[in-house]
């Protein structure tokens, strides 16, 4: 016997009505299971903390049965394992509460693989009507049927690709379209309070795209890569644009090959991007102007903290960070401050590497306890480009560096303190491990943050190769960068070696081969 409807075993409240004994045999077709759970919701109507189980062995086999169009808060979708992917895309605009979000989960396989959502050739459930159908797999807010709100949603444990032109997929009435250049693999729409968690997001057009109806949105513990279009710069790991956006834990690798995109590009209000590893792209970061926030008061305070970038030799725009905006209208850029500190910032460029483009001297940028390291020849490392206020307190800096490269340079570079060499005393650097050993430079630093810095961000945690945390136990002495400093290692007493006469030994090892063996007292 299975249940159909199970009780939510975080948010229990009983059921109007439960189906006791659901069939799930042969005889029962995809087409009746699915009219009969219709049939049931629609008896117990104000049925609330259901779990609806989907995979191999359940009542449900596809992720298009599950009546998306019908959950209410505390339900929980749990999408089981199985070796071919689920061929399916869809729209959730539903609305949880802050006690009762809405949860979409994935339950992983042997050795920890993810449910794998595949958009190519992937089919629409007829029970959906929502616009924008060619921009995502998985789509937040912005629909007909149903009409929303999206409002405190959860999704975690899904590998989701393939929104991307070269693919496929039937839309809700069963006509074929193609994906747009700019679809992703989780597009936001009109989407609040919603976490993402622990997906990986790639071989799509953007791997997540936020939209600006969006406020609230956290991605977390995830793995973006291998997103964007050959041969065009408009497509991104991540491109967002939303009122609170928060990327924390996250590994965000290279980007398709031949794609010339950002890894993070964001236009967003209150944006924060800590603990977080972002190798190569076009730049690492693009945090630039948004018309639709412009005048929030959250538009003028950016905080980046507890990062590693890494850039490869040859590995797109020499630029690591460009801060301010990219359109027309100078207004609209961000003209505040940028926070960046206690990040790893690690350049294996062979030539010219660049840490910062603020894009007017309305652009102020606070740069503290981080580690700017570059493996090209003295006089290659450049600290900032085009404009803006450039402070530098307390870091760690390659050394033969240059203020800037550009002629027309018109901002400010002030150097207040710090250390310069060419040896942080990385862990392993050939290994990517980027601690600092426990003699480096950088360990016990313990250097003052920005007064406008709050409590809530302080760089308590660190990073965990890879898409992991840790809490950082060096307290207020903290190393400069984004990992705590390596413990020393202790040595481990030697212990002689016993030397036996040989022909005491002979007679040993003849006595345990006529025992078999010998055991203790």
């Known amino acids: 016997m299975s249940r159909l409807l199970t009780m939510n075993p975080v948010h229990a409240r009983p059921l109007n009505r439960r189906f006791v004994a659901a069939r799930s045999g042969p005889m029962w077709s995809r087409g009746l299971r699915l009219g009969c759970l219709l049939l049931l919701l629609a008896m117990t109507g104000s049925a609330r903390a259901v779990v609806y189980e989907v995979g191999p062995g359940r009542l449900l086999t596809e992720t298009d049965q599950v009546p998306w169009h019908l959950l209410q808060p505390g339900d929980l979708v749990r999408i089981h394992w199985r070796e071919q992917p689920y061929r399916s895309k869809w729209v959730i605009a539903r609305a949880g509460t802050e006690t009762q979000p809405i949860l979409i989960q994935g339950v992983p396989g042997a050795g920890g693989a ?30 007909s049927v149903p009409a929303g709100p999206a409002r405190h949603l959860i999704i975690e444990s899904l590998d989701i690709r393939g929104a991307h032109p070269d693919h496929q997929f039937l839309d809700h009435d069963g006509n074929p379209q193609r994906y747009t ?12 309070h919603v976490i993402l968690r622990d997906c990986v997001l790639r071989d799509s057009g953007n791997g997540l795209f936020v939209s600006s109806p969006s406020e609230a949105i956290t991605l977390e513990h995830s793995q973006v890569h291998s997103n964007g279009i050959a041969g065009s710069q408009f497509q991104h790991n991540a491109y967002s644009e939303a009122l609170g956006m928060l990327y924390q834990f996250n590994r965000f690798g ?31 970061l693009d945090l630039v102007d948004s018309s639709h926030f412009s005048s ?21 725009n020499r630029q690591i960070v460009h801060y301010g905006g990219d359109g027309g209208n100078q207004d609209d850029y961000r003209k505040g401050d940028l926070y960046f500190y206690h990040n790893t910032v690690v350049s294996e460029r062979s030539g010219r590497a660049t840490l910062f483009r603020l894009s007017s001297n309305d652009e102020h940028a606070d740069i503290r306890a981080n580690v700017f390291f570059h493996a090209g020849p003295a006089g290659s490392l450049e600290l900032a480009t085009t404009a803006g206020e450039h402070e530098f307190r307390d870091n760690w800096l390659s050394g033969g560096f240059v203020h800037t490269f550009d002629s027309g340079f018109t901002g400010s570079v002030a150097l207040l303190g710090g250390l310069i060499g060419r040896d942080p005393g990385f862990s392993d650097r050939s290994s ?32 965990v190769m ?29 212990v002689p070696a016993l030397s036996v006469p040989v022909g005491l030994g002979l007679a040993l090892s003849l006595l345990i081969l006529a025992c078999g063996s010998v055991r203790p007292g």
Request: no cysteine; proline share 7%.
């Open 181 to 192: 250049s700019n679809a992703a693999s989780i597009h936001v729409e009109d989407g609040q």
């Open 466 to 494: 890879h898409a992991g945390a840790e809490t950082r136990q060096d307290g207020q002495a903290r190393a400069w960068g984004a990992l705590a400093a390596r413990p020393p290692e202790v040595a481990t007493p030697a």
């Open 254 to 284: 290279p980007l398709r090959a031949g794609a010339s995109g950002n890894n993070l590009k964001d236009r967003s209000a209150g944006l924060v991007v800590r603990y977080n590893w972002i190798e190569d792209g076009n730049r690492q």
């Open 296 to 316: 929030h008061p959250e538009y003028r305070t950016t905080l980046v903290y507890g990062n590693v970038l890494v850039e490869h030799d040859g590995q797109g």
């Open 114 to 143: 993810r449910p794998l959502i595949d958009g190519e050739n992937a089919t629409t459930p007829s029970t959906l009507d929502y616009w924008n159908e060619a921009r995502g797999v998985v789509k937040i807010g912005g629909a």
């Open 432 to 463: 990517q491990d980027y601690r600092p050993r426990s003699d480096s430079v950088l360990a016990a630093r313990g250097s003052p943050l920005a007064p406008a810095v709050s409590a809530e961000h302080q760089p308590v945690q660190g990073y």
